[in-house]
């Protein structure tokens, strides 16, 4: 990983399971969660005491069509990359031609495929991806740049009506930090580094880069700066959009390079343009992205609030505060009622006095009126810096707090949710065993309109599960907080009938979502990219005008359609 080490092999870049999410070896339990089967009964009419979940696909019952990449372009890309280097096998062809989105998810593990890719090339430099991409338009083939291929947008898989051979680039090889400078704060990163190798380089150096999205463990810098992703963090170290400051993009007639400087007028934001391009403008080599110290005191502390409106006064007045928190976070009632259901059975003696500890104040909260599920809301904050600095921060939100009617937990609970925060996705691929959809939508949202379009979206999704006469589970947190709003993060349990109409089952519920979004003035997506999946409602987001403008941009400069093609317009 750093310079010395010798890079990864294709086989040995990080991957997920072929068919879910993650390590092969890690799966979500419920046995050990004694409210997580009650919930699951009564919200979902899920019964585990007699559900019986499906086995583990496996590939070796799936026909897999063969690879149609023609033997001299074989030949072309094994010397470009190194023999190695070039994998054509079923299990590689099947895991990058699909992403981690639900219906991608029902894609992979059906079978039957329709269009898989038919190779996939692991560069290790820069020279070698334009060596590739000079490959790929002089035979009119198509490319997809791929990082963790966790995106949830439909950004990695191929459009099936495509005829020409695909070629999946990916970039887990190009892993290293190449240099920080340390007066600046700025270090140069290859873009296919994961979010764990990244932070372990920086960390060694005292440097962190501050982004943590929930798919940290199996997404990648470029794929973060291609789908304009969020971290849990940004409150503090900004969007990804806010910590790259410099980019080298390889595109069909050369090299692009952002200078990274703090400001800048260099007429339109080409740097913005390429943030969030999919792929579509080139291949994002390197990454100069904006690093900072590690703090030496950092510190989760859980609040309470009574209800929703409440917690997002509280939340709003933090916004406007002088605090700088690292992160702010509130779940709603029912979001709040699932992280309950998600505690473990306590087996230690501290574990059973703070359960007894939980019960009293519950009881005591329920004394004063609270509706303890359901209704109240749990809400995290993270201070970091030095001592005096985080306690200080605390002392004010505590106030803060306190004024919106909430009360401070402690730093007990908030150390729990930061060290499980990766786990939940593993959840996905539990429910799937037993015939349930989990699934995420989010937007941005004012802080003027947020309780409006809140309670919409609930709206929405139940009107949905009423008309088809099922249950459905809802729940939602409000995080990545700005001066003037804030992100809403919608989740949705629905179980479905059949193999058959499990997609369109999914999209009635999902599309009443995101339909809710844009008929409230909201926008399509916060941080979770537009591919296939969100592109329906591009134009109602940005003006059938300014998608016009996009695909221009996108025609412009890849006449040929060789780059992702389909993807975001
Ligand atoms: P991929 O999925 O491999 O690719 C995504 C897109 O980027 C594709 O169009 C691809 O062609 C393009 N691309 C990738 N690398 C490059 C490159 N080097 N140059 C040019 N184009 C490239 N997103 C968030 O922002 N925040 C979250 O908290 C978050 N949580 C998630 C949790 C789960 C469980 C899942 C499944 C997804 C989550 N996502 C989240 C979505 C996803 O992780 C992000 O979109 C992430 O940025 C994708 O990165 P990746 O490396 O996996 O990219």
Redesign the pocket.
């Known amino acids: 990983m750093s310079a010395g080490t010798a890079r990864p092999t294709a086989r040995e870049v990080r991957r997920h399971k072929w068919w879910g ?1 993650g390590q092969d070896d890690v799966a979500f339990r419920h046995d050990n969660k004694p409210a997580f089967a009650p919930l699951a009964r009564d919200k979902i009419s899920l019964d585990l005491a007699t559900s019986v979940p499906d086995p583990d696909p496996d590939l070796s019952l799936l026909e897999v069509p063969p690879s149609g990449l023609p033997e001299a372009v074989r030949e072309q890309l094994a010397s470009a990359v190194g023999e190695d280097n070039l994998l054509l096998e079923d299990e590689f062809r099947v895991l990058h031609s699909f ?2 989105s639900l219906p991608d998810l029902v894609r992979v593990r059906a079978g039957g495929y329709e269009r898989l890719v038919d190779a996939v090339v692991y560069p290790a430099s820069e020279d070698e991806i334009e060596a590739v991409l000079r490959i790929v338009l002089d035979h009119d083939l198509v490319l ?10 439909g ?2 898989t191929p459009d099936p009506a495509e005829r020409r051979p695909v070629i999946t680039l990916n ?1 887990g090889r190009l892993d290293r930090v190449v240099d920080i400078d340390e007066t600046a704060g700025l270090a140069r990163v290859e ?2 580094v994961y979010g764990p190798d990244l932070e372990e380089q920086l960390q060694e150096r005292g440097w962190t880069m501050g982004h943590f ?3 940290f463990t ?3 810098l ?3 700066a ?2 304009r ?4 963090q940004s409150d503090k170290y900004g969007d990804i959009e806010d910590i790259v400051r410099g980019l080298r993009v390889v595109h069909p007639r050369g090299v692009i390079s952002t200078k990274a400087i703090p400001g800048r007028d260099s007429g339109p934001s080409l740097h913005e343009l390429l943030l969030g391009s ?2 579509r403008l080139g ?2 080599s390197e990454c100069t992205v904006q690093v900072h110290r590690v703090a030496s005191v950092r510190q989760v502390i859980a609040y309470m609030y009574p209800d929703w409106e409440h917690g997002i006064r509280g939340m709003h007045a933090i916004a406007r505060s002088e605090v700088s928190p690292t992160f702010t976070r509130l779940s709603d009632g029912p979001e709040t009622e699932f992280s309950l259901a998600m505690v473990k059975e306590p087996t230690s003696t501290k574990g059973k006095v703070a359960a007894k500890v939980q019960d009293t104040l519950f009881a005591y909260l329920r004394s004063k009126g609270w509706q303890t599920q359901g209704e109240m809301c749990i809400s995290y904050v993270c201070f970091e810096g030095t001592k005096e600095h985080v306690e200080r921060e605390k002392s004010i939100v505590k106030k803060i707090v306190s004024r919106n009617g909430g009360i401070t937990l402690g730093s007990g609970p908030g150390a729990i949710y930061d060290q499980k925060k990766f786990d939940t ?1 593993y959840l996905r691929d539990f429910l799937m065993s037993h015939q349930v959809f989990g699934d995420v939508c989010d937007t941005g949202a004012t802080w003027s309109r947020i309780n409006e379009i809140h309670s919409r979206v609930y709206d929405a999704f139940h009107a949905q599960r009423r008309e088809v006469g099922k249950p459905g589970f809802m729940f939602c947190h409000m995080s990545h907080s700005y001066h003037a709003g804030a992100c809403l993060y919608f989740t949705f349990a629905i179980p479905y009938e059949s193999e058959e109409t499990a997609l369109e089952e999914y999209y009635g519920a999902k599309r009443r979502v995101q339909q809710a979004f844009v008929d409230h003035g909201s926008t399509v997506s916060h ?3 537009v ?1 296939t999946e969100h592109q329906p409602w591009i134009e109602e987001d940005i003006t059938s005008l300014g998608a016009d403008v996009i695909r221009g941009v996108f025609a412009q400069n890849d006449p040929g359609r060789n780059l ?1 093609p389909g ?1 975001i317009v």
Do not use: F, L, Q
């Open positions: 999410w992403g981690r997809i740049p791929y990082g963790g291929g966790s995106c949830i947008s950004s990695v970039m873009a296919g999205p929930d798919s199996y997404s990648t470029g794929g973060w291609a789908t992703s969020s971290g849990m999919e792929g291949i994002i996705p941080h979770h990219a591919g992702n993807k």
